[in-house]
């Protein structure tokens, strides 16, 4: 299984990004249980921002996040989105998209939780 993850870049105050992720799946494996987002600023540990359970679609945010940032689900099998909204310079960081396979994930926002990584995308907000 690989992540593959698009978007980020580059914005202003205030303004909005959209990530996307889609887990790339050979063989015979079942979809992922939980997918989502995380991100590391330089100095500070990885923080789950927003995920979503593949089955139900529960979703899971930071406090930070809230009514900023949604998490949705792709057309396309084993995607998400994470559309960005109001950023601000502290949503400066490398984000992650996670995703969690063959496992109970009983802490949503936990990066333990999870077993397969994307490479990282970078947002910077000024």
């Known amino acids: 299984v690989q992540l593959v993850e698009s978007g980020g870049g580059s914005v202003q105050a205030g303004g909005s990004l959209r990530l996307s992720c889609t887990a790339s799946i050979y063989g015979d494996v079942d979809s992922s249980d939980c997918m989502g987002w995380f991100r590391q600023a330089p100095g500070e540990e990885r923080e789950g921002v927003a995920v979503?359970?593949?089955?139900?679609?529960?979703?899971h945010y930071a406090d930070s996040v809230k009514s900023r940032f949604t998490i949705s689900r792709g057309s396309a099998r084993d995607t998400v989105t994470l559309g960005m909204n109001a950023l601000k310079p502290e949503d400066t960081a490398m984000y992650y998209c996670a995703a969690a396979f063959g496992r109970v994930v009983n802490s949503p926002l936990s990066e333990f939780d999870y077993n397969v990584w994307g490479q990282g995308t970078q947002v910077t907000v000024s």
């Open positions: 979503m359970f593949t089955s139900g679609g529960a979703t």
